[in-house]
């Protein structure tokens, strides 16, 4: 067990102890499955941008840094209003450690990434105020599970993780609409977790919809289109589709929860191969509880990757630990399939100093060519393939 | 060498028996290529598609029959003119005996699949005898080589088919402006092959580029953006970028030359790496002559499937060895994949009547709800996801 001191048992330890050890050494592919919503916009909601009306463009920032190790649909990188960076660099220094291949999933963004993805035909989603947040999750669905099962038979096991701004949001109204007690208990990327007005904003949504908490416990479809976003249709539609033949890990926070109760209503057979990896701050989150919301849905194991930024010499990581941003990117489950691929030549403690070279590379590019400089971050004009999709 | 019987060999022997003893036993994916142009629309070039308007729909069409056993945007499978269906059911056939999994890209499209696809950001073509058949070319090569690394990383070697109507039409263009004597050697769809229509057109491309024959030998980009296809370029990239670490079977007829030309000019030293993988009916097509193609270009090894229809019961598999379509969708590619990855388990033999067995399941479905019916071949009404894109 090579990965002892790199990966948190949470959950379940017994079984994720035998899970992730069925892993080691073996070759998992990455997977990032991007969505917009306009739930994002609300002010107060997400710290995903330097502004809400920016959250646009995190989604593609995100995947265009995994893909080149910097940002082309912005300068800079996303980064919080207190510019605090992306998780995207921990996912970014993951892959890179462990050579990791890794893909990118749409299920509905506003911003394309100038970068490959794969397109299930999906659009960006509404304000789940209006209770109509989706259009075509079926649609997306199947397709994300015919790519899930392509995949499948590509990988050894597939590492799951996600980019949304506001997706806890929409998270707590999909677990809310499927009937799990999930008051208080998403998470937040900010510092103090705004669950009131979440809360206020999805029963919004309910109130449009015409629904009570719990009256689509057994119709996951309805619930991601009343209040849902596209992330959580094509995530949990690919879990479904992988994890029926290969393990899965699902890397993310409280999110998780919500694709989590999607894929068990959608296909429960496969949730015996399935893991729920995140940070070590979103495990020891005290205003958001993954266990309890975990636990309400299916006994899956739960495990976080040990990373710790306390010593770190650059104030934007040291942030983490103070509980801003916490978790995204897959940061978690890719740092753990780091761990496992390499069977612990690469630690979390590699990881840290590898995201601390990436932060001193984009910021010292910044300042030899005024061009990258955190935590400065704007949308650039559209070129040929940029631009807001309609 | 337990494919000896199944596989001929066509250019460089030696080389070819070394390069597919190693892959023998190991894990390809396959990847198919997707794109439009307008140039398929001149009557008389392209028999990929019942009339020259519905050649629009024929690689989002084949690549539904890959994923699900059926088509989406259109009722039937495309055929042609003639009724004879698409080589997407040999591909399809290899694909679900072999368990390989498979992928799609698309270059540039009019219609979108109702399926997965990896999108790079690039549109459909235009004609050819604008001389400005494609936009874009050199963004959409570097997000093709991006995803080429990737799938690199995650199989031993990549199997690379195309499905783009007019395509042998635009593989002259660019063989012609890089300097390739390719007159009356590429291949048809159709029996009689009309090299005189396709040379007055490329020529007509040419004068409008205001390019000579040979202008363009050192500059793919512009050879691509004047006279090529939105597939060519991705096709080219993917190949670039997947073969600097793995090798790769470029999987078509003729069309493959001019991606090897795109591919030297790109990245010369990946071409150790590379095998054209073709079918019999290519290899010994005397209307065109693959060989002398690529030995203009580069000496890699040309393979073909050794596919026979001839003692078939179904018509319209017994036209293939009258030269009718040939080539396409990776079916010889594919089919060689499934014969190295089974390690002979599967043969040509098998591959054909899991051809017969599908061509009987979709004729049989038609007959029985009277949705599918060979030749019947009609476009769908666009739904959510459908459509022409812009």
Chains 1, 2 share one sequence.
């Not at 001191?5 to 035998?18: P, Q, T």
């Not at 450690?97 to 100038?114: E, T």
Request: proline share 6%; hydrophobic share 45%; charged share 20%.
């Amino acid at each position: 067990m090579s990965w002892k001191k790199d990966v948190l048992l949470i959950h379940k330890k017994e079984e994720a102890v035998r899970l992730l050890g069925d892993l080691e050494g073996s070759k998992p592919i990455f997977i990032c499955v991007i969505g917009n919503t306009e739930t994002a916009k609300i002010p107060g909601i997400s710290a995903a941008g330097r502004s809400p009306e920016l959250t646009d463009y995190t989604p593609a920032a995100d995947v265009e840094f995994l893909f080149y190790g910097e940002c082309r649909c912005i300068k800079g990188v996303p980064v919080t209003p207190d510019g605090i960076p992306t998780p995207a660099l921990i996912t970014r220094a993951a892959i890179v450690l462990a050579d990791m291949p890794f893909f990118v999933i749409s299920g509905g963004v506003r911003v394309k990434p100038y970068a490959p993805f794969i397109e299930l035909g999906g659009n960006p989603g509404a304000d789940i105020r209006t209770g109509r947040a989706v259009e075509g999750v079926e649609e997306v669905v199947g397709r994300a599970k015919a790519a899930g099962r392509s995949f499948s038979k590509a990988a050894d096991y597939l590492v799951v993780g996600e980019s949304i701004p506001g997706g806890t949001t929409t998270a707590l109204g999909v677990l809310l609409a499927m009937g799990v007690n999930a008051k208080g208990m998403v998470s937040s990327s900010m510092p103090v977790n705004p669950h009131e007005l979440k809360v206020r904003t999805v029963e919004e949504g309910l109130r449009a919809a015409g629904i009570k908490p719990g009256d689509l416990k057994d119709d996951p479809i309805a619930a991601v289109s009343a209040v849902g976003d596209p992330m959580i249709a094509a995530f949990s539609g690919f879990v479904a589709g992988a994890a029926s033949s290969r393990p899965v890990l699902m890397a993310g926070g409280t999110q998780m929860a919500a694709a989590l109760s999607v894929v068990k209503a959608l296909e429960p057979d496969v949730l015996d191969n399935v893991v729920i990896a995140t940070t070590r701050w979103i495990a020891s989150d005290s205003s958001s509880n993954i266990k309890g919301l975990v636990s309400q849905i299916w006994n899956v194991p739960v495990v976080a990757a040990n990373l710790d930024f306390s010593t770190s010499e650059i104030d934007g990581l040291r942030a983490y630990e103070r509980g801003v941003v916490k978790e995204g990117v897959g940061a978690g489950g890719s740092t753990i399939a780091a761990v496992l691929k390499t069977e612990g030549r690469v630690t979390c403690e590699d990881v840290r100093r590898k995201v601390e070279e990436e932060y001193r590379r984009i910021t010292q590019k910044g300042s030899k060519n005024n061009r990258f400089h955190l935590p400065f971050w704007e949308a650039k004009a559209g070129g040929l393939f940029a631009g807001l999709s309609e």
